[in-house]
């Protein structure tokens, strides 16, 4: 084979090449990003992965730095841009002020919160919560000299995580993710709920972020809702019924696509 035969094969491999990875990209489902809230890091999520990758989901679990709304959107949308086809994106607790943002990428299909926050645009965290009881633990949060917050064991315990075994809630504790505190006064620019399909899980034993705000967030938004007896993190104590949301939006997800 003479050179120039040689250049031409390699140019038609490549083309092949290029073909058969679009073509795999439009063939493949949905994929899941998950976005953690504070207080967490992607670990909070390690029941419920397993669930979606034993049906066949791609699955990524963003780290947020939780130094601000900024820095998180911008973990967020590096996952999302990573993925080969459309996103089913979720947000745990601040996480859902995330993906409420980052939620207008381009390639996201859908949104799930899980015991979230979903501001309307222009409002932050902070402000989305006015009007409605403080949870229990929002008065234990602990400042260091920089303004991060965290929570204490006890709280983890009482208040964060109440119904997962003692030995859970420390590990949760040990792998909390401090969050900067002038984060909860960012305001989305965006809300992704207005032009996406939503899906929102409330626990109704929530200590963390009152269930009523939760239900009048999930109303406003249109959201898709199902309400379960947990605390705030229902993708610890309730991993199946938190997976079986998530799956129902990316069926929702492939059949829109």
């Known amino acids: ?74 973990a967020t949308r590096r996952a999302i841009d990573s993925q080969p086809g459309k996103v089913v994106l979720v947000g745990h607790s601040w996480g859902g002020t995330v993906i409420t943002e980052a939620g207008q990428h381009d390639k996201v299909g859908s949104l799930v919160y899980v015991a979230a926050f979903a501001p309307e645009a222009g409002k932050s965290t902070a402000e989305t919560g006015e009007g409605y009881p403080a949870a229990p633990g929002s008065k ?12 204490p064991e006890a709280a983890m315990r009482e208040d964060f995580a109440q119904d997962v075994p003692a030995v859970q809630a420390a590990v949760m504790t040990a792998t909390q993710g401090p969050i900067q505190s002038k984060a909860f006064a960012d305001k989305v620019t965006v809300a992704a709920w207005k032009t996406r399909a939503s899906w929102f899980i409330v626990s109704n034993r929530d200590r963390m972020i009152d269930p009523g705000l939760q239900r009048a967030m999930a109303k406003k938004i249109g959201a898709r809702t199902t309400e379960l007896a947990a605390s705030h993190v229902p993708q610890q104590s309730r991993p199946a019924d938190v997976a079986k949301v998530i799956l129902d939006a990316v069926a929702a997800t492939r059949q829109g696509s």
């Open 1 to 74: 084979m003479n050179v120039h035969t040689r250049l031409r094969a390699l140019a038609a491999a490549a083309v092949f090449a290029t073909l058969g990875a679009h073509a795999h990209a439009a063939d493949a489902g949905p994929s899941v990003v998950i976005v953690h809230g504070a207080f967490a890091d992607g670990s909070d999520w390690a029941r419920v992965i397993p669930l979606l990758q034993a049906k066949g989901v791609k699955v990524t679990a963003v780290q947020n730095p939780l130094t601000s709304l900024a820095d998180d959107v911008a």
């Open 140 to 151: 234990r949060f602990v400042a260091d000299r920089e303004g991060y917050l965290t929570l």
